[in-house]
């Protein structure tokens, strides 16, 4: 009789929950913003297949496996569907991926090439990167843009102590699909995660991030933008877990909804008793450039420890008319004005990225979307 | 250059400008002078197209255009420069990527070509040498962490750069210290031509020691109730406002 294993155990522990809860909709905790179930329902994402990834020429110091192959190695077994709180779309992905791809950096290697990684096709998907102690890497994750209509991707993220990665993650403008996309993160001591989530919005786009800062000492440093036009839907809603002391957080997000676009943003903090001295900092700015858009940012603060620092602010609001007028009466015209305003509203949290060639890579994006995201709807 | 007739202006449905009637011609140096709430602010707002302020009645020609009928930006790319009162600060623009963009857009209204990176910041640094503005300044974002005196002279220097037909400086001496006046009235009086039109809007007569008029108007009440020389100034300083607006035109 042949035992079964870790993962297979975990896969059909996944696929009973997701039969269970179901379809998020908005009356889940934190779907709020994003009715999932009033437009796609179990059986399509079951049904959806497996989604395709990519990955660029593989530097000396990483390895990959192939998670559609057998015989995965010990560090994927003991991984794999192992971190994080297993929402009910990070259930789906670990049911019904076929696929998917691991990614590990050994023990004190930093590479120092970025390491571009595309998911493509439609259907569930399963990543999983391991950076062991002292490892340090950065990612690049972009998607391909097809008519398909779900992609549904889980991503588990375990950093050992003092391991640093660097995660930007571009989201194209998909009209036609729903873009679901849960990444867990579980951080030990010192270990740091910079993140940038940049969103051009989809049918329903749903970013979400799970991260515990797990022992003292350990980082996260989360920025994004949500450049949205037309009908397009952007929701990223982070969770970030103080669970041991002196540990640092901070979240910059920074909205900019246009057309009939609809933009949320839910940022929950958590210190666990215990974790005192930690220090957690969260902003989400939303503009507004279509009367016809929406944009929702929740903050939400849990604090059971003492001596710990907290600090948020959220405020959705239009182009400052003074400045408008100001650059116009320098004889810039008002769309070009107006661009430059939304640009500069967009630099504090772009700027984040510490990267110079994937911060311009964001940028290009951006300037690519932002003649839709400037449009006034009717 | 500039010919107001009998311009009425109303903000949230009050009416400010009350049959105001003024000309400035090519050449001199007018100056505004009137006590707080007259109206001399809505004028300038008015004068460079500022949503909000609607004007009622009257007319406003420049240089043969119905000033009324062209937008904010095409006012600008016409000749119209504005010095406010209180400069914005824009963070996440620096200040050399807003003068280049400002200048360019300019530019490319009046059909002439736009000036590589290079070029406009050549003629920045000339400008900007007499001015004491500084290359750091010029990095920062515009205007922000600015002094008042900084705000000022960078107001100055894009007239100085943008070289307008007609330049209105709404109150520019508030807000600076004697050493700071004076920088900024030599940086106005530098950019004094003779095709060159120039409307002093100031509620002291502080700053038109420095600047000295030509033509000194006095607004009260939304009009034009006193018109003269220089001298005009200095007997509105000695009488005070109350009086003078008293007296015919």
């Known amino acids: 009789m042949s035992a079964v294993s870790p993962i297979e155990a975990r896969k059909a522990e996944a696929l009973e929950s997701f039969r269970v809860r179901g379809m998020p909709h908005r009356r889940f905790e934190h779907w709020r913003y994003s009715d999932l179930r009033a437009v796609l329902d179990a059986g399509q994402v079951a049904a959806a297949g497996t989604a395709h990834w990519q990955i660029g020429e593989v530097p000396d110091g990483v390895e990959v496996f192939d998670l559609a192959k057998p015989a995965p190695p010990d560090w994927v077994v003991k991984n794999l569907g192992n971190i994080g709180n297993r929402p009910t779309m990070e259930e789906a992905s670990l049911a019904f991926a076929q696929g998917g791809a691991a990614l590990r950096v050994a023990k004190d290697r930093k590479i120092p090439q970025i390491l571009p990684l595309t998911v493509s096709s439609t259907g569930n998907l399963r990543l999983l990167i391991v950076l062991e102690e002292g490892a340090c890497l950065t990612l690049a994750e972009t998607h391909a843009v097809d008519a398909g209509l779900l992609r549904n991707v889980g991503v588990e993220i375990a950093l050992g102590r003092g391991a640093e990665l660097t995660h930007v993650r571009i989201a194209p403008n998909a009209p036609k699909s729903f873009t679901v996309e849960h990444i867990a993160v579980g951080e030990a001591r010192d270990a740091r995660y910079r993140a940038h989530f940049a969103n051009f919005g989809s049918r329903l786009s749903r970013t979400e991030l799970h991260l515990v800062l797990r022992e003292e000492g350990a980082e996260a440093h989360i920025s994004g933008v949500n450049v949205l036009g037309g009908e397009s839907h952007a929701d990223v809603t982070t969770h970030i877990e103080h669970a041991a002391g002196k540990t640092h957080s901070t979240q910059q997000f920074k909205h900019v909804a246009g057309g009939k676009s609809r933009s949320a943003y839910q940022g929950k903090i958590t210190v666990r008793e215990g974790a005192n001295g930690s220090d957690s900092r969260q902003t989400a700015k939303a503009v507004l450039t279509s009367t016809r858009a929406e944009a929702d940012l929740k903050p939400e603060l849990i604090i059971f420890a003492d001596d710990v620092k907290c600090a948020h602010g959220a405020a959705v609001g239009d182009l400052d008319a003074e400045s408008l007028f100001y650059l116009r009466s320098r004889g810039i015209p008002e769309r070009e004005a107006r661009r430059l305003l939304v640009r500069a509203f967009l630099e504090e949290a772009v700027a984040e990225i510490g990267n110079d060639e994937l911060r311009a890579a964001v940028w290009r994006d951006i300037e690519a979307v932002l003649p839709r995201a400037l449009e006034q709807a009717r | ?249």
């Open chain 2, 1 to 249: 250059m500039l010919e107001i007739k009998n311009l009425h202006a109303a903000v949230d449905g009050k009416e400010i400008l009350q049959g105001l009637t003024l000309t400035v011609e090519a050449g001199k140096m007018h100056a505004i002078m009137g006590p707080n709430g007259s109206g001399k602010s809505t004028l300038s707002y008015v004068l460079a197209g500022r949503e909000g302020y609607e004007v009622t009645a009257g007319s406003i020609s420049y240089d043969g255009h119905d000033l009324l009928q062209l937008k904010t930006e095409e006012r600008a790319a016409k000749g119209i420069f504005l010095a406010m009162q209180y400069p914005v600060e824009i963070p996440g623009v620096s200040t050399l990527t807003f003068l280049k963009t400002a200048l360019n857009a300019q530019r490319r209204a009046r059909g002439d070509s736009e000036l590589d990176a290079m070029s406009v910041l050549k003629l920045v640094r000339k400008k900007a040498e007499a001015l004491q503005v500084s290359e750091e300044m010029l990095k920062r974002p515009l205007n922000v962490g600015f002094s008042g005196g900084e705000k000022k002279r960078l107001e100055i220097l894009q007239l100085s750069l943008f070289e307008p037909k007609l330049a209105i400086l709404d109150e520019t001496d508030s807000g600076l210290d004697i050493d700071a006046l004076k920088l900024v009235a030599d940086g106005v009086n530098a950019t004094r031509s003779p095709q060159r039109g120039m409307l002093v809007i100031t509620h002291y007569q502080r700053l038109l020691t420095y600047i000295v008029p030509d033509r000194v108007h006095v607004l009260a009440g939304g009009r034009i109730v006193a018109e003269g020389g220089k001298e005009l100034a200095l007997e509105l300083e000695a009488k005070g406002y109350a009086q003078v607006a008293k007296e015919p035109a």
